[in-house]
């Protein structure tokens, strides 16, 4: 199933993918509620989804693997370190998701945005203090995710987080394809494009640390909700990493592609 979410009214509602057509669910949030209950389901009205909303809901948290790739490590002037002890993670607002066909604003005293193709993890049931084999059955499903970066306010101090929560720039989507039919998440093709030319490519089986073992770590300090995000790291060819640096400025255009998921597009303004 690929589930998509839009604006019906006020509320923001869940549908799923039927062919080439979008069929209504439920309001977000009774989505979220009782996933299981919906993933279910079959019917409902056709509707047309032109008011695309974040595919999670504003209670969702944003977890976010930073290093997860050896190769996006190395890229940098400060190489050379290792695997990292443990996933390296940081947070995200919700309130910086975006979605496919958005756009994002350079901040003032940057000189471009930079991207970070990733796969995300969209999880479907709570999970406290959970083992490996536990992790993956609380996965609902996976989507692209560019986690757009202000380098300049990122690396000027030792934490990311003004670097990491430009308004706008989580784009998230352009759905999310649940476990069943996504199937084993490694080895799926990662790319990254701007303005057409590829500047990422690898595999998710180049991550350091997978994603059942990610979910049990961050299990065991907070519970994960349904709706949380984990977004599971970039392999190289991020902007900030070439010689000379690159950036994503006015005018640009951004896209991740995942096997099996689609391409989200983003547009720099």
């Known amino acids: 199933m690929r589930l998509v979410a839009y604006a019906n009214a006020a509320e923001s509602w869940m549908g799923y993918v039927d062919g080439d057509a979008v069929r209504a669910l439920c309001e977000r949030d009774e989505f979220y509620g009782d996933t299981a209950r919906w993933l279910e389901h079959e019917g409902g009205e056709i509707v047309d989804p032109a008011g695309l909303v974040s595919l999670v809901?504003?209670?969702?948290?944003?977890?976010?693997?930073?290093?997860?790739?050896?190769?996006?490590i190395d890229e940098f002037e400060d190489a050379g370190r290792g695997r990292p002890d443990a996933p390296n993670i940081f947070g995200r607002w919700t309130s910086t998701l975006n979605v496919d066909g958005g756009s994002v604003c350079v901040p003032p005293g940057?000189?471009?945005?930079?991207?970070?193709?990733?796969?995300?993890?969209?999880?479907g049931a709570?999970?406290?203090?959970?083992t490996e084999e536990e992790a993956m059955s609380a996965v609902l499903g996976y989507a692209c995710f560019?986690?757009?970066?202000?380098?300049?306010?990122?690396?000027?101090?030792?934490?990311?987080?003004?670097?990491?929560?430009?308004d706008g720039s989580g784009p998230l989507g352009p759905c999310i394809v649940t476990?069943?039919?996504?199937?084993d998440p490694y080895g799926k093709h990662l790319e990254t494009?701007?303005?057409?030319?590829?500047?990422?490519?690898?595999?998710?089986?180049?991550?350091?640390?997978?994603?059942?073992?990610?979910?049990?770590?961050?299990?065991?300090?907070?519970k994960l909700m349904p709706g949380d995000v984990?977004?599971?790291?970039?392999?190289?060819?991020?902007?900030?990493g070439r010689d000379?640096?690159?950036?994503?400025?006015?005018?640009d255009e951004v896209s991740v592609t995942i096997e099996g998921i689609g391409t989200l597009t983003t547009h720099i303004r």
């Open 146 to 166: 560019n986690d757009i970066t202000a380098r300049k306010y990122q690396r000027r101090v030792s934490q990311f987080t003004l670097g990491k929560n430009v």
């Open 193 to 222: 494009r701007l303005n057409g030319a590829v500047m990422q490519s690898g595999t998710t089986d180049m991550m350091i640390f997978r994603i059942a073992e990610t979910i049990a770590y961050i299990s065991q300090v907070t």
């Open 57 to 72: 809901g504003a209670s969702a948290r944003l977890f976010c693997l930073g290093l997860n790739y050896q190769s996006h």
């Open 179 to 183: 476990a069943a039919a996504f199937g």
């Open 110 to 123: 940057e000189d471009g945005l930079d991207w970070e193709g990733e796969l995300a993890v969209i999880m």
């Open 244 to 251: 000379p640096v690159v950036l994503m400025t006015p005018g």
């Open 126 to 130: 709570a999970v406290h203090r959970a």
């Open 230 to 240: 984990i977004a599971t790291g970039t392999p190289d060819g991020v902007g900030w």
